[in-house]
């Protein structure tokens, strides 16, 4: 088999310039798209490498027993008695559930941001730790009346500010009533204040 001189044959003429030129930017843009392929992949590799040895990590440690605990009541004592005033009042017309996450209230806007984009993402992990501390529904069809918050002393920290001002920007944003309430501590009782516009 005899030696072929590519740039040779090229300079002579043999191989028109921008063959050569349209080969070499095909072999280019090829190993260009192979290497981020190979890139994402292991990207993915490794991601599935750290989750599964987290399941495993827990899988282990449940397997040894005792790695939960029951927390015994799904509300403070201040939250159920709230709870009750809010059946009391509310419970006829409303179903009233407590302890409710952001996500399962509002999402990111499909139609704007595609999921699991980084907008879609950003947005989601933004909230996805929080609850509401009540949410109340219409009875006929469980559609979403309005959010509840108990702002006790709590929310007067540094960082809860921040998330309520959050939290009130992303129900608005939503379409999503929210309410806060306060407690009537003067008369040493529980009374549920601002609860319903």
Same mark, same amino acid.
């Given at each position: 088999?005899?030696?072929?001189?590519?740039?040779?044959? %090229? /300079?002579d003429?043999?191989?028109?310039?921008? %063959?050569?030129?349209?080969?070499a930017?095909?072999?280019?843009?090829?190993?260009?798209?192979?290497?981020?392929?190979?890139?994402?992949?292991?990207?993915?590799?490794?991601?599935?490498?750290?989750?599964?040895?987290?399941?495993?990590?827990?899988?282990?440690?449940?397997e040894?027993?005792g790695?939960?605990?029951?927390?015994?009541?799904?509300?403070?004592? %201040?939250?159920?008695?709230v709870?009750? =005033?809010?059946?009391?009042?509310?419970?006829?017309?409303?179903? %009233?559930?407590?302890?409710?996450?952001?996500?399962?209230?509002?999402?990111?806007? =499909?139609?704007?941001?595609?999921?699991?984009?980084?907008?879609?993402?950003?947005?989601?992990?933004?909230?996805?730790?929080?609850?509401?501390d009540?949410?109340?529904?219409?009875?006929?069809?469980? +559609?979403?009346?309005?959010?509840?918050?108990?702002?006790?002393?709590?929310?007067?920290?540094?960082?809860?500010?921040? +998330?309520?001002?959050?939290?009130?920007? =992303?129900?608005?944003?939503?379409?999503?009533?929210?309410?806060?309430?306060?407690?009537n501590?003067?008369?040493?009782? /529980?009374?549920?204040?601002?609860?319903?516009?």
């Amino acid at each position: 088999m005899a030696d072929v001189n590519i740039l040779g044959a %090229i /300079v002579d003429g043999k191989i028109p310039f921008i %063959i050569f030129l349209l080969g070499a930017l095909a072999v280019f843009f090829t190993v260009k798209v192979l290497f981020f392929s190979y890139k994402k992949k292991s990207r993915k590799t490794n991601k599935a490498r750290m989750n599964k040895k987290e399941d495993s990590l827990s899988i282990q440690l449940i397997e040894k027993g005792g790695a939960y605990v029951s927390k015994g009541f799904m509300m403070t004592p %201040i939250e159920q008695k709230v709870y009750k =005033v809010l059946e009391r009042k509310y419970g006829e017309q409303y179903y %009233i559930f407590a302890q409710v996450r952001v996500v399962d209230v509002l999402q990111p806007n =499909v139609k704007k941001y595609l999921t699991w984009t980084k907008e879609y993402k950003a947005l989601f992990w933004q909230v996805s730790q929080w609850h509401f501390d009540y949410v109340m529904c219409h009875k006929d069809d469980f +559609r979403i009346y309005c959010a509840l918050e108990l702002d006790d002393s709590s929310h007067e920290k540094p960082d809860r500010k921040r +998330r309520d001002i959050i939290l009130n920007n =992303v129900c608005r944003d939503a379409g999503v009533m929210l309410n806060r309430m306060s407690l009537n501590y003067e008369n040493k009782k /529980v009374e549920v204040l601002n609860v319903v516009d």
